[in-house]
């Protein structure tokens, strides 16, 4: 019997639990790790791959949100900012300083619009200038000075920006600088914190491929993707953290409430030497001619573009469209005009649908990204509450998890035991201060090469010590197409990582699919290391290809 049958025959056989938590983002990951450590026997039932909604298909930003400011949003910065210099600490493997370059058109501009703004009036944003800017900053800085682990801002004239940046438009009266961060591998830092969840509390199970499917008094009917099976769960208290697909959960549980009005962002992966060149290292954060604040910043070795902010009522259909892919390109056009980007260096391109609050704005932007806990009390034949997470933002996951942790332990009688507010993910405990001399170290006690510690140091932290050593002891090799990846490293995410297809290991355990590195080749050399181990014969890994390169531009 393999794991998944053995978890499926566990809650067959033993039905009660404390809390069902629908919804494998980051969301509802981060409360699942929550309660894990409080001891709270959970199951965290995702209907795909975890991490497989807006989790994995955002700007990859660990960030503030410097322009949330002019919709009055202090307290969401405030506490982006706060839990932005904790991941940077708690999660250094992956969340990395990033410095980020604002190109303006004006000193004054924006100094009437922004108060109004800030005072909730349904104004279009844009025409930011340099003061308007200067102040947001300054609120930066005097949050971040706790921790220390951003420089602050600065400013340059336009002579100086243009010597720094000389891609940049010559209509910029100058730029300013400041850090925010970036998160290297989103995926497997929650795959990280599901290990550390299931390792703290063995009564736990998480399962992707399951999903809500109805409800009958005490129960919750739960249908497996993988055998079919349905299976009925007696929970005390159940989570909706089911992002975009919220009102769909409910709805399944026997709620008719409106709660999400989301909104989708599409991004373009693109691959461009030149702009590459031109960013170095940084972020480009401008404002189009509709208003709009657009990002562009690299990822391996191609360039992050994004974003759009367009309402869609049902998130299964999202797609980036062609008017959105014209759009980026001529918003990144109106800033770098020097530089020829085209439609043929777009190597990937991905939607993901933000949970918003269903709040009626004129703009998309002017919705509110702060997130809130909707509870639904016990009600008729239905014996326990239903707590739906609305909202929210990547950086402010632990801070929302935490929130709904100590709103369950309450209803539960319990006490909170484990803080996670200073507390190591994963790869990032025992963080070297020189990650150059410990990948040295580590190749030559492994007998791997510097390089090859290095990578894998950036995409597992320090667990790529005894990664190295079990990679090196059983002969391991680079893949012929992937020569960046091993088999046995394949081999060991098919085998450990809650792999049920190829698109999981192309996605969600690798940025393989977003770097553009999902060639046919590729995905043909990896569906045969990956079919070996889970049982896929030559027409099961045809079947992953094609459903691979279906996922392309969703």
């Known amino acids: 019997m393999n794991e998944r049958s053995s978890v499926l025959s566990a809650l067959c056989s033993a039905p009660q639990i404390s809390v069902l938590i629908a919804g494998g983002g980051v969301n509802g990951i981060g409360l699942f790790r929550e309660l894990c450590l409080q001891?709270?026997?959970?199951?965290?039932?995702?209907?795909?791959?975890?991490?497989?909604?807006?989790?994995?298909?955002?700007?990859?930003?660990?960030?503030?949100?410097?322009?949330?400011l002019e919709n009055g949003e202090v307290r969401l910065?405030?506490?982006?900012?706060?839990?932005?210099?904790?991941?940077?600490?708690?999660?250094?493997?992956?969340?990395?300083?990033?410095?980020?370059?604002?190109?303006?058109?004006?000193?004054?501009?924006?100094?009437?619009?922004?108060?109004?703004?800030?005072?909730?009036?349904?104004?279009?944003?844009?025409?930011?200038?340099?003061?308007?800017?200067?102040?947001?900053?300054?609120?930066?800085?005097?949050?971040?000075?706790?921790?220390?682990?951003?420089?602050?801002?600065?400013?340059?004239?336009?002579k100086a920006a243009l010597a720094d940046f000389p891609e940049l438009s010559g209509d910029i009266l100058g730029a300013a600088s400041?850090?925010?961060?970036?998160?290297?591998?989103?995926?497997?830092?929650c795959i990280e914190l599901l290990e550390e969840a299931l390792g703290a509390c063995p009564d736990s199970f998480a399962l992707n491929y399951l999903e809500v499917l109805d409800r009958r008094g005490e129960q919750v009917l739960l249908r497996d993707a993988v055998s079919g099976e349905v299976l009925a769960v007696r929970p005390r208290v159940v989570i909706n953290a089911a992002g975009a697909w919220i009102d769909r959960v409910n709805e399944r549980l026997g709620l008719n409430a409106k709660l999400i009005g989301g909104t989708k962002g599409s991004h373009l992966v693109i691959r461009n030497d030149k702009l590459h060149r031109a960013l170095r290292g940084r972020m480009l954060y401008y404002e189009y001619a509709d208003g709009r604040l657009c990002l562009a910043f690299p990822l391996e070795d191609t360039v992050l573009v994004g974003t759009t902010d367009i309402p869609v009522d049902d998130p299964d259909r999202a797609r980036c469209e062609r008017s959105e892919v014209e759009y980026l390109l001529s918003a990144l056009k109106s800033v770098l005009p020097g530089l020829e980007v085209s439609e043929r260096q777009i190597v990937h391109s991905f939607c993901g649908v933000r949970p918003l609050p269903a709040e009626r704005a004129n703009v998309p932007g002017r919705i509110s990204r702060?997130?809130?806990?909707?509870?639904?009390?016990?009600?008729?034949?239905?014996?326990?509450?239903?707590?739906?997470?609305?909202?929210?933002?990547?950086?402010?996951?632990?801070?929302?998890?935490e929130e709904a942790c100590d709103r369950v332990l309450d209803l539960l009688g319990l006490k909170r035991r484990v803080w996670t507010k200073k507390r190591p993910i994963g790869g990032g405990r025992n963080w070297p201060a020189d990650p150059e001399r410990w990948s040295e170290n580590v190749a030559r006690t492994s007998g791997l090469s510097k390089e090859r510690v290095a990578s894998l140091l950036g995409r597992y932290g320090t667990r790529a010590a005894e990664l190295a050593r079990e990679f090196t002891s059983s002969g391991d090799r680079p893949l012929d197409t992937l020569p960046d990846f091993s088999y046995r490293e394949i081999e060991r995410i098919a085998r450990r990582e809650f792999v049920v297809s190829l698109s999981d290991i192309v996605y969600r355990r690798t940025i393989i699919g977003i770097s553009g590195m999902a060639r046919p080749e590729a995905l043909q050399e990896l569906a045969r290391v990956a079919g070996r181990i889970l049982g896929w014969n030559e027409e099961k890994c045809r079947e992953q290809i094609h459903r691979v390169r279906a996922e392309v531009g969703t």
């Open 77 to 158: 910065v405030r506490t982006a900012l706060i839990e932005r210099d904790r991941l940077l600490g708690n999660a250094p493997h992956y969340v990395r300083p990033l410095q980020v370059v604002i190109p303006f058109y004006s000193y004054l501009g924006g100094l009437l619009k922004c108060p109004l703004l800030f005072a909730g009036l349904p104004l279009q944003p844009g025409g930011r200038g340099a003061l308007v800017t200067k102040a947001g900053l300054l609120f930066y800085d005097m949050v971040s000075r706790k921790y220390h682990r951003l420089p602050r801002h600065s400013f340059f004239t336009r």
């Open 39 to 68: 001891g709270v026997d959970c199951l965290l039932a995702e209907r795909r791959d975890f991490v497989s909604g807006a989790s994995s298909k955002s700007s990859r930003l660990i960030h503030g949100g410097l322009r949330y």
């Open 178 to 189: 400041y850090w925010d961060a970036r998160i290297t591998e989103a995926e497997r830092l």
């Open 370 to 401: 702060d997130h809130r806990i909707v509870r639904f009390g016990p009600a008729g034949d239905r014996p326990f509450p239903i707590f739906s997470l609305v909202g929210g933002k990547w950086t402010t996951f632990r801070a929302l998890s």
